[in-house]
């Protein structure tokens, strides 16, 4: 097996998202708030980028299907409140919990299916020290407490560890948590409702509560009927939709990996009962294929398909799961999930039918037949997208004064030019302006920059990632050109000052 690549430093990144203006942390004047992230100038625009990307690709444009015909796509934009009902049929306000575990002393909720325990291999167990998974910090300061217990030097080889999931449950009671020091803190694992509550209307009675969707899924199960009998859709054919769901997760953490607050960009695609295989395997494929084409191409992206054991309810017999994964900084040298490509079978249609009494079927006018559709979902995390992405684009370079650029594909890079004067004098900023209003309309995110040194205009810019810097120096008033700066290689050469927005197109507009 080769190297995975090199490991990049989550914090280095974390801070230039915040230097930059890409990602703050919520309510920061107000201390912030746990799970909440902001998306500054630089960060909405590589998030809108990448939601127009799937929107483009999987609604307006995807590739013909199996059978080598269009593939029918719809959009829909609903509701982030909905009838309390819906979430009792999806089976969310019964079943969207997730294992948990408190710690009365430290007062810390973690979710049980994130704690691992480490214990010494070679003695009967004794005492073992929980830590959160990924946490690396974490791990160290169990490995420590337990050699100060143990009373040896401890290396990785002396022990063992094991996800908490797997530990006997009286086992818990030798266990120190993660944030205490003594065994006996923690509790058995217990089901927490992960949607958040609201009240709809003036008295905020029980009967007036409502909960912020946990998924956008469900509203467009809710809009089967409305699509099939206002649009000339025809089986198979997808409905797509993007939007913010709400996950009140017990212990959200990586950044922006676990928010409590989140974009999804999902698809329910119906399909007639015996298609399933063929089209889950042609969504999972192209769905890889999607990530890769936004330059997660390297071996940092694997696709996973599920275990029978990991599968969700609605998904046991059906044609499988798979997840896109990506090997954050945080997961490394293991992955974390970007998107599932999951066959939910009829599963959704049914309890909606059931619940509110509609009919949700499908008639096939040739086969003359009546049946419920079946689905195949592709649903994929908007902001863990954009983490990956900046992860990805994250290219440390001690030769650059900014040791560091950003290098996002072109078509995902939230400012595609900058124009500069090389000083701010002899006509040069005029001769700038010029042509950062000719390039302005036609690619949108261009800046114009007449002030610093040249190498911290650079700078500035491997670090938004803008791939392509055009700079009027002495010599454009004389031979009409200008000094284009290429982001990856620094490579200069000179452009006619009148082909620029030419350059920049064939280059950019891909
Ligand atoms: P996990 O196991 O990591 O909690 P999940 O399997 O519950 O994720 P899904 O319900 O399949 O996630 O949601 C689909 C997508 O939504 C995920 O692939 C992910 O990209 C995104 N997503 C889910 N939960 C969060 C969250 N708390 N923060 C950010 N993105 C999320």
Same mark, same amino acid.
């Given at each position: 097996m080769t190297e995975p690549t090199a490991k990049k430093s989550m914090d280095e990144i974390m801070a230039l998202c915040k230097r930059r203006g890409f990602i703050? !942390?919520?309510?920061? &004047? *107000?201390?912030? &708030?746990?799970?909440?992230?902001? *998306?500054?100038?630089? #960060?909405a625009q590589l998030k809108k980028n990448l939601k127009d990307a799937w929107w483009q690709d999987t609604v307006l444009t995807p590739p013909p299907g199996p059978d080598g015909k269009p593939v029918s796509m719809v959009g829909l934009d609903s509701c982030i409140i909905q009838n309390p009902k819906v979430w009792v049929a999806s089976g969310?306000? #019964?079943?969207?919990?997730?294992?948990?575990?408190?710690c009365r002393e430290s007062k810390r909720r973690y979710r049980a299916d994130h704690l691992w325990v480490l214990g010494v291999a070679d003695a009967a167990q004794e005492r073992f020290y929980a830590y959160v998974e990924g946490d690396d910090e974490g791990r160290d300061r169990a490995l420590k407490l337990l050699g100060k217990y143990t009373k040896r030097q401890l290396?990785?080889?002396?022990?063992?560890?094991?996800?908490?999931?797997?530990?006997?449950?009286?086992?818990?009671?030798?266990?120190? #948590?993660?944030?205490?020091?003594? %065994?006996?803190t923690l509790t058995e694992p217990r089901a927490f409702n992960l949607m958040f509550k609201t009240y709809v209307g003036a008295t905020a009675s029980e009967e007036d509560v409502a909960y912020l969707r946990p998924e956008t899924a469900q509203g467009i199960f809710l809009n089967f009927k409305n699509v099939t009998d206002t649009t000339r859709v025809k089986m198979p054919f997808g409905i797509a939709q993007m939007g913010k769901a709400f996950r009140n997760e017990v212990t959200p953490r990586n950044f922006t990996f676990r928010s409590r607050e989140f974009e999804q960009m999902e698809i329910e695609f119906f399909c007639a009962p015996g298609t399933t295989n063929e089209w889950y395997a042609?969504?999972?494929?192209?769905? $890889?294929?999607?990530? !890769?084409?936004?330059?997660?191409a390297s071996d940092n992206l694997v696709l996973r398909e599920h275990d029978k054991d990991e599968l969700a309810h609605y998904a046991k017999t059906g044609a499988g799961t798979s997840d896109v994964e990506y090997r954050f900084p945080f997961t490394y040298p293991g992955f974390g999930e970007l998107e599932? &490509?999951?066959?939910?079978?009829?599963?959704?249609?049914? +309890?909606? @039918? !059931?619940?509110?009494?509609? /009919?949700?079927?499908?008639?096939?006018?040739? @086969?003359?037949?009546? *049946?419920v559709p079946h689905v195949i979902e592709p649903s994929a995390g908007a902001d863990r997208g954009v983490l990956a992405l900046l992860c990805e684009a994250y290219t440390p370079d001690p030769a650059r004064p900014s040791k560091v650029y950003m290098k996002f594909?072109?078509?995902?890079?939230?400012?595609? @030019?900058? %124009?500069?004067?090389? %000083?701010?004098?002899?006509? $040069?900023?005029? &001769?700038?302006?010029?042509?950062? +209003?000719e390039l302005k309309p036609r690619f949108g995110a261009v800046e114009f920059d007449p002030k610093q040194t040249i190498g911290k205009r650079y700078a500035r810019m491997d670090e938004a990632g803008c791939p392509f810097c055009f700079t009027i120096d002495s010599d454009? @008033? /004389?031979? +009409?050109?200008?000094?284009?700066?290429?982001?990856?290689?620094?490579a200069q050469e000179r452009v006619a000052l009148d082909k620029v927005s030419t350059y920049l197109a064939e280059r950019i507009l891909v």
């Open positions: 703050f !942390q919520a309510s920061e &004047i *107000y201390g912030g &708030i746990n799970g909440f992230w902001d *998306y500054g100038p630089l #960060g969310h306000v #019964g079943g969207f919990n997730d294992p948990m575990i408190d290396t990785d080889a002396d022990v063992v560890a094991s996800p908490l999931a797997k530990h006997p449950a009286s086992a818990l009671t030798n266990t120190v #948590g993660p944030d205490t020091k003594e %065994v006996g042609f969504w999972r494929d192209l769905r $890889m294929r999607w990530w !890769q084409s936004l330059g997660l599932g &490509i999951a066959d939910r079978s009829d599963f959704d249609l049914k +309890q909606h @039918a !059931q619940h509110s009494k509609t /009919k949700l079927e499908w008639f096939d006018p040739e @086969a003359k037949e009546r *049946y594909a072109p078509r995902l890079s939230p400012l595609k @030019a900058g %124009v500069f004067p090389l %000083v701010a004098k002899d006509g $040069m900023p005029e &001769i700038a302006e010029k042509l950062y +209003q454009t @008033a /004389k031979d +009409q050109s200008v000094t284009v700066r290429e982001r990856d290689t620094c």
